[in-house]
Structures are given as structure tokens and as C-alpha cells.
């Protein structure tokens, strides 16, 4: 089996007790763990991968908090550095009546933008390893270095590069930068997975059939289109899948593509074939799991408390 590797932002979700307001309405929230490279390390690890998250957290209580819970559930956490020159981000959290999301974050800036190129190690990495990272920490400080440095280390080895940019308009005031940013780092991906919903802003195409054209342009071997309740279309060796997806009573959308992604590339990692030559059995197989993972990621609140188990997931598959 191979390592899995995020690399990213962990902070703190604080999760409403009520939905269908509107931020500046919420009474009450509760603390939860997220970041979508640590929800992803955690699906990973309790999925059963060895599965390590490299940050920067504050040396401060929410810190301490986030690698609680990442060593509870599995995660290394032995590549994480502590700060005292920044606080542990935190991201406020509103929900709809169906469960989708609407977020206030505090990052200005954060510890885990801190993340410095020269605190990554070439040597933690090996063949056929797996690097998952998003693009909320490709803004223009210390960790985009840090990413850069991870990435190309990874490469080195024969390791293999995963990409989900999980878009976060509100923490970047240049749109225009950001969208140049996620392009510049597709040139890395080896498995790109983006929402229905990002493919546009992404592409520039409203034709999702010319904006997939363009985005296997890039030297991508899997590129997934998540599609929430409507399942997942997979793009590789100049084939595509598509797999419907489970139908589950919503009650927090947080974290459930981070539940896919962490899913996709645990199968990924216990597979002795490269990605390359996945056979569509597997990779129908593969998709399937991971659209239940999310699936049932969204029956509870929040993220990382949400994950199933395994045997819980295959319990699930079994009714359906």
C-alpha cells in the first residue's frame, strides 16, 4: 500500500445548530475539525491508508484541538509545524434547509499560511506515494512555496499528484489570479477532481463538453467531475465513466468531496497497478465506493466527525 500525503490548511469549522439562516443570523455554532487536506488525510486514515497531513498550526488551543483529532482518527501528524507568529485559522460556517454552505473565514493571516518550503523534506516521500492537495492555500504566501516544494519532490520519486482545487472565492480578491493559480498547478496533477460547479469558473467555457476538452488538454491521467446526488463522470485512457450516485437524507454538505477525493485515492493507493492502468471494473468500483463515502459523509454534521468507516460503507452498498 502505498503513503498518502496532504498537504493544506487544518482549521477550525464552526458548524451552526441552525439552518436556513443566514450567517450574520446564526445563535450558535459548534467547534468541528476541517480544512478539506485534513478532511482528506482523515477519510484516508480511517479508510485504513497510512495517511500523514504536512501544516503549520498555531501553537494555540485550536491547534492542539486539530492534532487531536487527526492522531484519533489515524493521521500522522508527525509532519506538522507549530507557530507562535499566527493563530490557527478558523472558518464560520451557515447552512440551507439542503444542507449546502456559505463561509466567513479568518486567515489574516493564519498559521498554516506560514508553511515554508525549506520545513518540506524530499526524503518523506517514495514511489508510488500519493500528494493531495486543494487551492486555498495557493494564495500568494510561504505555503504556496511549500506546495511547490512537496509537489516536485513527489514527482522525483515516481510519486503520484493529486488536485481537487475546492474553489473558495471569498479568500481571494482577484479572481482573475486565482483562476491562473489552479490552471498553473493542473500542470502537476496526475488525478484532477473538480465539482460540476467549479468547471466553469475554471474554464472560462459555459459548454461543459468544450470545457472537459480543454481540461484533458493537460497532462492529466484521471480527471473526475463530481456531481453531488447525481453521481460522478470520470475521464482516463481516452475513455470516460459515468456512476449515478446514492440517495441519502442531507443534513451537512461540509466535507463530502474531501470524503470523495480521500476515498478515490485510499483505492488508488491499495491498488498494485499504476493509475494508468486501471481496468473499468476498477475504476467503476472505485467510484462507487467513493460516491458512498460522500454519501453518507452528508448524513451528519460536519466533516472529519462525519466519515464512515469501511464496514460501514460496504453496509450501506449492500441496500442499494
Avoid at 111 to 119: G, H, R, S, V
Avoid at 150 to 176: M, Q, T, Y
Avoid at 236 to 261: E, K, L
Wanted: aromatic share 10%; glycine share 8%; net charge negative.
Amino acid at each position: 500500500m502505498s503513503n498518502i500525503f496532504t498537504i493544506g490548511e487544518a482549521l477550525i469549522d464552526f458548524i451552526p445548530e441552525q439552518k436556513g439562516v443566514g450567517l450574520k443570523d446564526v445563535v450558535s455554532f459548534e467547534k468541528a475539525a476541517g480544512g478539506a487536506p485534513a478532511n482528506v488525510a482523515a477519510c484516508a486514515a480511517i479508510l485504513g491508508a497510512q495517511s500523514y497531513f504536512i501544516g503549520k498550526l498555531g501553537r494555540d488551543a485550536f491547534g492542539d484541538f486539530l492534532v487531536d483529532v487527526l492522531r484519533n482518527v489515524g493521521v500522522n501528524t508527525g509532519y506538522i509545524q507549530r507557530t507562535d507568529k499566527a493563530n490557527t485559522a478558523l472558518a464560520f460556517v451557515s447552512l440551507s434547509e439542503n444542507g449546502d454552505r456559505d463561509f466567513s473565514f479568518y486567515r489574516s493571516p493564519s498559521a498554516d499560511m506560514l508553511l515554508d518550503e525549506k520545513e518540506i523534506n524530499s526524503k518523506w516521500f517514495n514511489l508510488g506515494d500519493i500528494l493531495h492537495f486543494c487551492s486555498v492555500s495557493l494564495i500568494d504566501a510561504p505555503v504556496r512555496k511549500a506546495h511547490i516544494a512537496a509537489i516536485k519532490a513527489v514527482k522525483e520519486v515516481g510519486g503520484i499528484i493529486s488536485f481537487d482545487p475546492n474553489i473558495r472565492l471569498p479568500l481571494w480578491k482577484d479572481h482573475n489570479e486565482y483562476k491562473k493559480v489552479i490552471c498553473d498547478f493542473i500542470e502537476y496533477a496526475d488525478i484532477l477532481k473538480i465539482s460540476e460547479d467549479e468547471i466553469e469558473f475554471i474554464t472560462g467555457e459555459k459548454d461543459e463538453a468544450l470545457a472537459i476538452e480543454w481540461l484533458l488538454s493537460f497532462k492529466i491521467k484521471i480527471l473526475i467531475i463530481t456531481r453531488g446526488h447525481n453521481g460522478v463522470s470520470a475521464y482516463y485512457n481516452n475513455q470516460v465513466m459515468r456512476v449515478p450516485g446514492y440517495s441519502v437524507s442531507v443534513v451537512d454538505t461540509t466535507g463530502a468531496g474531501d470524503a470523495f477525493i480521500g476515498s478515490f485515492i485510499y483505492k488508488i493507493s491499495t491498488s498494485n497497478h499504476g493509475i494508468s492502468c486501471i481496468t473499468n471494473e476498477n475504476m467503476k468500483e472505485i467510484l462507487s465506493f467513493s460516491n458512498a463515502v460522500a454519501a453518507l459523509t452528508t448524513t451528519r454534521k460536519g466533516a472529519i466527525n462525519a466519515i464512515p468507516s469501511r464496514e460501514v460503507v460496504e453496509k450501506f452498498r449492500t441496500k442499494f
